[in-house]
């Protein structure tokens, strides 16, 4: 499922105008990544949380060539699956 | 602080709607997600990520607090995949 059919998803699910569902799914994800930028936690409750993990400068290997490259120092988003989430997704 | 739930309802009453409506809105938006991914159907957001489904193989495990040795079933998880805008967004400092 990509953007466009979440948005007729939860057009469907909730009677709002395709419109209104196309700003509330750019909210949502908007506001996940401004908090992630700035450094804050993102907590949804039964889907999902994220927090910024910082990675240290180390010395990598290009896999093709097998030349060193220096891995400068980045930061990622951590993602760790809801509980709720978690349960529904798992084969039982 | 961190985001939470209440933070985005905030934002989509903002868009006209009532309390109650933007709750359910965020809330059904949620479950629409969960229900995707619990079908097995990955979750791609552009410029965000991609909620992926992953099936893992049942494997030797051991307790780490008593050493124990177990097995771990085989399982589904659903792990994220962060798009490269979201990721220059993080690190634009």
Redesign the interface.
Known sequence: ???LE?VS??KN??G?SKN?AA???Q???D???D???AN???????????Y?KEYKSYTGRNPKTGEPVVIRP????F?K?GK???E????K | MALTKSDIVEKVYDLGFSKKEAVDIVEELIETIKKSLEEGDDVLISGFGKFCVKAKKPRRGRNPATGEDLMLRKRQVVTFKCSGKLRDQINKD
């Open positions: 499922m990509n953007k979440l998803a939860l699910a909730t709002i209104d700003k509330v799914v909210i949502f994800f506001s996940m990544t908090a992630l930028a804050e936690r993102v907590e949804i409750r039964g889907l999902c949380s994220f910024v980045k930061k990622l988003p993602f699956c709720e989430l978690k529904r997704v798992d084969t």
